[in-house]
Structures are given as C-alpha cells and as structure tokens.
C-alpha cells in the first residue's frame, strides 16, 4: 500500500520561498512506473497541477507554466521523497498543497495516491 | 491549456436517485479522463480513470462514459456516503487540468 506523508511549515512571509515535502512508501521515487506531483487547491483557483518529477532511465520535470519560473520539485533517492519548492510567494500562493503519486501506464495517467494535504498561508 | 467544464457545480438530490455529472473538454481528449470524489477536508480519491473504468474497491454504482470532449459520470443509486464534491481531470496534455468541481448533496 503507498502512502504520501507531507511536511513543511503552514505559514510562509511573502516574497519568501514554500517548501514542503513528500515522503514515500510502498513504493519508490525512482520508479520508472510512477510520477512524483504537486497539486494546489484554491477557492479562487481550485485544483490546480503544479508540476511533476519523475525518473525514466534519467531524471525529468515537468511543470505549469503560470509558476514556471518559480518552481522547484526535486527528488531524494536517499530519503525516498521529493520535494516542493515555489519562491517569490505572494498571497495568492495561500493554498492547501498535496503531493499525489502519478499512477495508470508509465504514471502518466491519473492520481492514485495522495498525500494529506497542507495548507499554506502566505502572510506577514 | 486545456480547459475543462463541469456541469452542474452543484445538485440536490434524494437517496436512491440517479445522478449525473457532465464535463465538457476544450478540445479531443479522447478517453484521457480522470473522475475524483473529495469529501471535506480530505484529498481527492480516484473513482474512474480512463473515462469509464472503475478504480479497484470503488462501489458499482458509480460510472462513467464519454469520449473526444463531452463525458459523463453517473451515481446510479445516490447513497448519504456519496455527499462530496466530484471532479474531472483530464491528462491528454500539460499542464494537467481539473474540471471546476460538481457539490452533490442530500435533498
């Protein structure tokens, strides 16, 4: 059974950086069957994909372009867990944030595990 | 990006009925279709993926169809334990993209 157990702090100063991170069991972070995501959910913006890494003979990151420039998902084979990282913050980053694994063929095709969710406030 | 929309975004409806949801997608998407159910303060739950294959452990009475732009999601018996908030989510490309969501709730 794969389980996602978040962490990370839920208050974060604007203009600072959110980091959270995403322990993993039951299964590997560097399966070549599994995508590692990060996902947002908003009243103003709802679920909203934040990006992926994933290892396929070498490592990958994907991400979407409305936080392109400030995001940074990075794994960690020797802890078995990835990791978030979204700089610059301003308010409209206050979100609950969940790490969910990317499952069906190769992990590309839907979520089937998620995390527990954190919710992060930006805020002075 | 493509876009997905959910209709209703929310409905009423009394234990026993059948409900249905539609999620309409901004272009093809073929079959690439995901349907979630979040229960309050909780994390989605994959119910369908591929447009309409039941997700191990899910009850039968939950469905889905569809394919290219217009899919469907079906409660065939509405139970209490299906009050939630269900989403489509499409993966034919990035970024990934969810439907804004369908409220069920108890009439």
């Known amino acids: 059974q794969v389980q996602l157990q978040q962490s990370g702090p839920g208050l974060v100063k604007p203009s600072q ?5 995403c322990a993993i069991s039951g299964d590997s972070v560097s399966s070549n069957s599994a995508t590692w995501n990060w996902i947002r959910q908003s009243p103003s913006r709802g679920l ?8 396929k003979s070498e490592w990958y990151n994907s991400s979407a372009v409305s936080v392109k ?3 940074t998902i990075n794994p960690d084979t ?6 978030l990282q979204l700089h610059s913050v301003t308010p409209e980053d206050t979100a609950v944030y969940y790490c ?3 499952g069906g063929r190769e992990g590309y095709r839907n979520f089937d595990y998620w995390g527990q969710g954190t919710l992060v406030t930006v805020s002075s | 990006d493509i876009q997905m929309t959910q209709s209703p975004s929310s409905l009423s409806a009394s234990v026993g009925d059948r409900v249905t949801i539609n999620c309409q997608a901004s272009q093809d998407i073929s079959d690439y279709l995901n349907w979630y159910q979040q229960t309050p303060g ?26 290219g732009t217009h899919f469907t999601f079906t409660i065939s018996s509405l139970q209490p334990e299906d009050v939630a908030t269900y989403y489509c989510q499409q993966y034919h490309s990035l970024p990934l993209t969810f439907g804004g969501g369908t409220k069920v709730a108890i009439k």
């Open chain 1, 48 to 55: 909203e994909w934040l990006g992926r890494t994933y290892y």
């Open chain 1, 17 to 21: 950086t959110l980091s959270l991170t």
């Open chain 1, 100 to 102: 969910a694994r990317g």
């Open chain 1, 69 to 71: 420039s400030r995001i």
């Open chain 1, 78 to 83: 020797s802890k078995n867990q990835f990791s």
């Open chain 2, 42 to 67: 909780k994390a989605p739950k994959l119910l369908i993926y591929d447009a309409s294959n039941l997700e191990t452990g899910v009850p039968s009475r939950f469905s889905g169809s569809g394919s």
